[in-house]
């Protein structure tokens, strides 16, 4: 029986929580360029204002939980894990009306 490594499921949970960080501000990103447009409408500048809003939900969360991850053993978090959860399927909301639009 091989012995669980208590540093290495943290630090995967760390990377994971950086990965989606990242795309979400490219989402984020993708959805305001729509806004920066000459003919651009109300509609477009609220899609990005809620992408970008998201995009700050998400990093703020992320800020929140990165001292519970460093801690030995580390804190579990059910809220923040289901409120980020929540905020990456706004954002796939958000990319989806993106496209449409």
Do not use: C, K, N, Q
């Amino acid at each position: 029986m091989t012995a669980r490594d208590p540093g290495a499921s943290p630090e995967r949970t760390r990377l994971a929580w950086r990965r989606t960080g990242l795309s979400a501000a490219a989402v984020a990103l993708l959805a305001a360029r729509p806004a920066f447009h000459p003919g651009a409408g109300p509609a477009e500048w609220l899609i990005a204002a809620a992408a970008m809003g998201g995009w700050a939900a998400l990093a703020a969360l992320a800020l929140h939980r990165a001292p519970g991850l460093r801690a030995r053993p580390p804190h579990p978090a059910p809220r923040s894990i289901r409120a980020y959860a929540l905020i990456t399927a706004a954002l796939a909301v958000i990319g989806g009306l993106v496209v449409m639009l």
